[in-house]
């Protein structure tokens, strides 16, 4: 048996205005590139349950306008996003005869609409299921609905190794690592691993670093995007991690909480560790817009007044920060965008990505905005981009939260603005190394 993976690579953005004005900023369009080139984790992952009787090919959904027949069926996995192109590609796979198994977020998320239009759909985290499902293949009996959901989350220390393999040699600029799963925190609105299975994991390090070795191995000088909601959210493994990848020469990326920037002995571990950039959801640099969000403590709300800090600390050890800001919270009104283009301006935050509040289906956030009667359009998935509206703010319409974001972008990605704030990282960080070495 042969088996096609084949994912939903690239951007995607319905506000064809936005995308023109992003794309016409150097610092956008450049990490734009980065990002469209990275391959499907999750895809490889399953890929590397299969047993070695069955053939395993990659193929990005780009590179298939014509589907190739050799496949005795194809593992699709989408976001909310691709959702509805990921459906018409299941159409045509199927009327050639070929099963399809779909995966991923929004299969999870939005089970019995995805069975609509593939053979099998998989909720959840794929490695609980993928070996029944290949042998279900194998006997003909695919079931409609597998849910790992119901299972025990999956143990990392069986963790199968991604078949990096699949990848061709030259085209992956960055790969994808992953070191935990979920997150202890309960935002609204998030629509990342935690949909999978609830329970927070990590990874043991010497899997991770065995993955790492592995891309190393393949790709000589391989830069590492952590896949993680929350990399260093357990201290103690973040810690271990670290200790284990000093030296070893890798250049990384993770997303993270601003909790790292209470630990300065982390910082400068990460930093010998090759930890180039983390990203790091402020969400908004309002105490009113934060209150309520994560729904465990209201931490990201407690944390507000010491998010300059932190930025200040984190970026002072060379590594630095990525500020994720959303507008269209509940707390939000007319004076946030300014509220944030000050916070990134006294910050000197390196690197800042808004996005607008997404109720990604299947959420809480949408959820309660159903509720509320507040989503504009129910059968929306491909706005669920991070970058198009489909909600009714609270203290702003949507024209107002659609054009004070474009002119926020405007004034975010100005290169002038991003060089004065490049300039002032690297004349902060030589001072704080002459400090280091004269105490
Ligand atoms: C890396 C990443 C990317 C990469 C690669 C995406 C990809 N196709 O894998 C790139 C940069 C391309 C990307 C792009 C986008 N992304 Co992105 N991305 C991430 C990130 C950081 C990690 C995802 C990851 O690799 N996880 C690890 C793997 C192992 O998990 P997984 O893919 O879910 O796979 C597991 C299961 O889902 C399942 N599974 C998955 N597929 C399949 C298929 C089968 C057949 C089976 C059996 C099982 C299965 O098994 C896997 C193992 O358990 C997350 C945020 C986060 N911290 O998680 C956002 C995230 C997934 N991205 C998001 C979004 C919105 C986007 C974009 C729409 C942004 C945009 N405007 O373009 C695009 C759309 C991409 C696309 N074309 O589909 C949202 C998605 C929310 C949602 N529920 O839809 C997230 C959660 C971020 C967020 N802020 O909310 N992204």
């Excluded at 974001?405 to 002032?424: G, I, K, M, Q, T």
Aim: charged residues 25%; proline residues 5%; hydrophobic residues 40%.
């Amino acid at each position: 048996m042969n088996i096609g993976y084949i994912a939903m690579s690239g951007l995607r953005l319905v506000d064809q205005e936005l995308l023109d004005l992003g794309l016409s900023f150097p610092a956008v369009a450049r990490r734009a590139r980065e990002i469209e080139a990275l391959p499907s984790l999750g895809l490889l992952t399953i890929a590397g349950m299969s047993p070695s009787h069955m053939g395993a090919e990659y193929l990005e959904v780009r590179d298939c306008d014509e589907i190739p027949a050799r496949f005795d069926a194809i593992a699709l996995s989408t976001l909310s996003a691709t959702s509805k192109e990921a459906y018409a590609m299941a159409a045509r796979i199927r009327a050639m005869g070929i099963p399809v198994i779909l995966g991923g977020l929004h299969a999870t998320l939005a089970p019995q609409e995805a069975a609509r239009h593939v053979d099998a759909v998989v909720m959840g985290e794929g490695e609980c299921v993928w070996p029944e499902v290949l042998q279900d293949l194998e006997k003909g009996t695919l079931k409609p609905i597998y849910d790992a959901r119901s299972r025990k989350p999956f143990d990392f220390n069986f963790a199968p190794m991604p078949r990096f393999d699949l990848l061709g040699p030259d085209r992956y600029p960055r790969f994808t690592v992953q070191t935990q799963r979920g997150c202890p925190w309960a935002c609204e609105f998030c629509a990342a691993s935690m949909r999978l299975s609830p329970t927070f994991r990590t990874k043991p390090v010497e899997k991770v670093i065995a993955e790492l070795h592995r891309l190393r191995d393949l790709f000589q000088r391989p830069f590492i995007e952590f896949a993680d909601d929350n990399t260093f959210a357990d201290k103690r493994h973040g810690r271990a991690l670290m200790k284990a990848m000093a030296n070893e020469g890798f250049r990384w990326f993770t997303e993270t909480d601003v909790s790292v920037a209470d630990d300065e002995d982390l910082l400068r571990m990460m930093r010998d560790a090759g930890c180039q950039q983390i990203l790091i959801g402020f969400e908004s640099p309002r105490f009113a817009s934060l209150d309520g969000i994560e729904k465990n403590a209201n931490w990201k709300a407690r944390r507000t007044d010491r998010y300059l800090r932190a930025v200040e600390t984190i970026q002072k050890h060379g590594i630095t920060v990525n500020g994720c800001f959303m507008l269209g919270l509940d707390g939000d009104d007319p004076s946030s965008f300014e509220d944030v283009f000050q916070f990134v301006e006294s910050s000197g935050l390196y690197d800042v990505q808004v996005t607008y509040l997404t109720p990604f289906p299947g959420t809480p956030l949408w959820k309660r905005l159903s509720e509320e009667g507040r989503i504009l359009c129910e059968d929306a998935a491909d706005r669920c981009t991070l970058f198009d509206i489909n909600f009714q703010p609270t203290h702003m319409s949507v024209e107002e939260l659609r054009s004070g974001f474009h002119n926020l972008v405007r004034r975010l990605y100005a290169p002038e603005f991003v060089d004065r704030r490049s300039r002032a990282f690297r004349k902060h960080l030589k001072h704080s190394i002459r400090n280091r070495k004269q105490s």
